[in-house]
Protein backbone atom coordinates (compact mmCIF):
# COMPACT_ATOMS: atom_id res chain seq x y z
CA UNK A 1 0.00 0.00 0.00
CA UNK A 2 3.30 2.20 0.16
CA UNK A 3 5.15 2.92 -2.58
CA UNK A 4 8.51 5.08 -2.54
CA UNK A 5 9.29 7.76 -4.82
CA UNK A 6 12.43 9.60 -4.07
CA UNK A 7 13.00 12.75 -5.03
CA UNK A 8 15.38 13.92 -7.42
CA UNK A 9 18.43 16.39 -7.24
CA UNK A 10 19.29 19.14 -9.55
CA UNK A 11 21.09 18.93 -12.72
CA UNK A 12 23.33 21.52 -11.70
CA UNK A 13 25.42 18.99 -9.97
CA UNK A 14 27.91 17.36 -12.01
CA UNK A 15 31.72 17.85 -12.65
CA UNK A 16 33.18 21.05 -12.95
CA UNK A 17 35.63 23.18 -14.77
CA UNK A 18 38.98 23.49 -13.34
CA UNK A 19 37.77 27.06 -14.36
CA UNK A 20 34.93 26.87 -12.52
CA UNK A 21 36.31 24.99 -9.60
CA UNK A 22 39.57 28.24 -9.74
CA UNK A 23 36.98 30.60 -9.63
CA UNK A 24 35.26 29.04 -6.31
CA UNK A 25 38.62 29.05 -4.75
CA UNK A 26 39.47 32.70 -5.29
CA UNK A 27 35.38 33.60 -4.53
CA UNK A 28 35.83 31.87 -1.07
CA UNK A 29 39.12 31.87 -0.59
CA UNK A 30 39.52 27.84 -0.30
CA UNK A 31 42.60 25.84 0.32
CA UNK A 32 44.10 23.16 -2.09
CA UNK A 33 42.92 20.40 -0.09
CA UNK A 34 40.15 20.57 2.17
CA UNK A 35 37.07 18.41 3.87
CA UNK A 36 33.53 19.81 2.68
CA UNK A 37 30.26 19.93 5.43
CA UNK A 38 26.85 21.63 3.57
CA UNK A 39 23.88 22.31 5.91
CA UNK A 40 22.84 24.26 8.57
CA UNK A 41 24.76 24.43 11.78
CA UNK A 42 22.31 22.16 14.30
CA UNK A 43 23.17 19.50 16.36
CA UNK A 44 21.79 17.11 14.24
CA UNK A 45 24.36 17.74 11.38
CA UNK A 46 26.58 16.93 14.09
CA UNK A 47 29.91 19.48 12.93
CA UNK A 48 30.90 19.14 16.74
CA UNK A 49 32.48 15.55 15.91
CA UNK A 50 32.91 16.25 12.61
CA UNK A 51 35.72 18.89 13.69
CA UNK A 52 37.08 16.91 16.41
CA UNK A 53 38.13 14.64 13.75
CA UNK A 54 39.36 16.87 11.17
CA UNK A 55 41.70 17.94 13.76
CA UNK A 56 43.27 14.97 13.89
CA UNK A 57 43.78 14.90 10.02
CA UNK A 58 45.94 18.25 9.39
CA UNK A 59 43.37 19.19 6.56
CA UNK A 60 41.05 21.68 6.91
CA UNK A 61 37.35 21.31 6.99
CA UNK A 62 35.24 24.22 5.44
CA UNK A 63 31.41 24.41 6.49
CA UNK A 64 29.02 26.07 4.39
CA UNK A 65 25.27 26.67 5.45
CA UNK A 66 23.92 29.01 7.88
CA UNK A 67 24.65 28.73 11.64
CA UNK A 68 21.75 27.19 13.53
CA UNK A 69 22.62 26.67 16.93
CA UNK A 70 25.63 25.06 18.97
CA UNK A 71 29.29 25.41 18.65
CA UNK A 72 30.68 28.11 16.21
CA UNK A 73 33.35 26.51 13.13
CA UNK A 74 34.57 28.29 10.33
CA UNK A 75 31.96 28.06 7.85
CA UNK A 76 31.27 30.19 4.60
CA UNK A 77 27.88 30.99 5.51
CA UNK A 78 24.95 31.02 2.81
CA UNK A 79 26.49 30.44 -0.45
CA UNK A 80 24.39 30.56 -3.64
CA UNK A 81 22.86 27.06 -5.14
CA UNK A 82 25.01 27.96 -8.55
CA UNK A 83 28.53 28.16 -6.27
CA UNK A 84 27.55 24.58 -4.92
CA UNK A 85 29.30 22.43 -7.36
CA UNK A 86 32.51 24.24 -8.18
CA UNK A 87 32.61 24.14 -4.35
CA UNK A 88 31.60 20.40 -4.10
CA UNK A 89 33.92 20.13 -7.01
CA UNK A 90 37.23 21.46 -5.27
CA UNK A 91 37.21 19.71 -2.23
CA UNK A 92 38.69 16.62 -1.21
CA UNK A 93 36.26 15.18 0.50
CA UNK A 94 32.12 15.44 1.38
CA UNK A 95 31.66 14.52 5.47
CA UNK A 96 28.15 14.38 6.29
CA UNK A 97 28.37 12.72 9.66
CA UNK A 98 24.58 13.70 10.74
CA UNK A 99 22.70 12.05 13.59
CA UNK A 100 19.75 12.12 11.62
CA UNK A 101 18.07 12.82 7.97
CA UNK A 102 15.25 12.74 6.18
CA UNK A 103 16.50 12.44 3.19
CA UNK A 104 20.14 14.16 2.47
CA UNK A 105 20.50 15.94 -0.39
CA UNK A 106 24.07 17.07 0.20
CA UNK A 107 25.05 13.21 -0.23
CA UNK A 108 24.17 13.27 -3.60
CA UNK A 109 24.73 16.65 -4.93
CA UNK A 110 28.31 15.77 -3.59
CA UNK A 111 28.71 12.21 -5.34
CA UNK A 112 26.90 13.93 -8.60
CA UNK A 113 29.87 16.63 -8.40
CA UNK A 114 32.30 13.99 -8.45
CA UNK A 115 33.71 14.48 -4.50
CA UNK A 116 33.77 11.01 -2.82
CA UNK A 117 31.29 11.14 0.42
CA UNK A 118 31.74 9.55 3.90
CA UNK A 119 28.86 9.78 5.57
CA UNK A 120 26.56 8.29 8.43
CA UNK A 121 25.39 4.14 8.77
CA UNK A 122 22.15 5.69 10.42
CA UNK A 123 18.75 7.32 9.40
CA UNK A 124 18.14 7.23 5.33
CA UNK A 125 21.96 8.02 4.49
CA UNK A 126 22.81 4.00 3.83
CA UNK A 127 19.84 3.78 1.91
CA UNK A 128 20.60 6.84 -0.20
CA UNK A 129 24.64 5.92 -1.01
CA UNK A 130 24.36 2.00 -1.17
CA UNK A 131 27.74 0.81 -1.10
CA UNK A 132 29.53 4.01 -3.12
CA UNK A 133 30.01 6.24 -0.19
CA UNK A 134 32.36 5.63 3.47
CA UNK A 135 29.68 4.81 6.21
CA UNK A 136 31.04 5.77 9.60
CA UNK A 137 29.02 5.57 13.41
CA UNK A 138 28.28 9.16 13.56
CA UNK A 139 28.98 9.15 17.49
CA UNK A 140 32.56 8.30 17.05
CA UNK A 141 35.13 10.78 16.39
CA UNK A 142 37.57 7.91 15.31
CA UNK A 143 35.60 6.39 12.74
CA UNK A 144 34.73 9.55 11.25
CA UNK A 145 38.71 10.25 10.87
CA UNK A 146 39.36 6.70 9.69
CA UNK A 147 36.19 6.94 7.36
CA UNK A 148 38.01 10.35 5.81
CA UNK A 149 41.21 9.00 5.60
CA UNK A 150 39.60 5.91 3.73
CA UNK A 151 38.13 8.14 1.24
CA UNK A 152 41.12 10.35 0.62
CA UNK A 153 42.77 7.40 -0.29
CA UNK A 154 39.56 5.21 -2.24
CA UNK A 155 38.86 8.85 -3.61
CA UNK A 156 38.85 7.46 -7.25
CA UNK A 157 37.12 4.51 -6.91
CA UNK A 158 34.60 6.90 -4.87
CA UNK A 159 33.85 9.10 -7.28
CA UNK A 160 33.18 6.60 -10.28
CA UNK A 161 30.70 5.06 -7.39
CA UNK A 162 29.59 7.97 -6.65
CA UNK A 163 28.32 9.22 -10.33
CA UNK A 164 26.40 5.96 -10.88
CA UNK A 165 24.83 5.99 -7.75
CA UNK A 166 23.40 10.02 -8.13
CA UNK A 167 22.42 9.26 -11.49
CA UNK A 168 19.49 7.16 -9.52
CA UNK A 169 17.94 10.22 -8.28
CA UNK A 170 16.67 12.32 -11.34
CA UNK A 171 13.53 14.48 -11.08
CA UNK A 172 12.55 12.56 -14.46
CA UNK A 173 12.77 9.26 -12.55
CA UNK A 174 10.57 11.08 -9.64
CA UNK A 175 8.25 11.76 -11.90
CA UNK A 176 8.00 8.77 -14.00
CA UNK A 177 7.45 6.57 -10.55
CA UNK A 178 5.11 9.24 -9.47
CA UNK A 179 2.99 8.60 -12.41
CA UNK A 180 3.54 4.96 -12.18
CA UNK A 181 1.63 4.95 -9.30
CA UNK A 182 -1.03 7.09 -9.97
CA UNK A 183 -1.80 4.81 -13.19
CA UNK A 184 -2.01 2.14 -10.70
CA UNK A 185 -4.79 3.50 -8.43
CA UNK A 186 -6.36 4.56 -11.57
CA UNK A 187 -6.24 0.55 -12.70
CA UNK A 188 -7.57 -0.44 -8.99
CA UNK A 189 -10.38 1.90 -8.88
CA UNK A 190 -11.73 0.49 -12.27
Known sequence: RITVVYPGISELYKPQSKKEIDRVKTKYNLPDKFILSVGTQEPRKNIARLREAVESLNIPLVVVGKHGWGDKTQTLGFVPELDLPGIYGASSVF????????????????????????????????????????????????????????????????????????????????????LEVYEKIFENCK
Request: proline share 6%.
Open 95 to 178: AYPSLYEGFGFPVLEAMASGTPVVTSNVSSLPELTGNDAVLVDPEDIKSIASGIKKALLKRDDLIKKGFAQAKLFTWEATAKQT
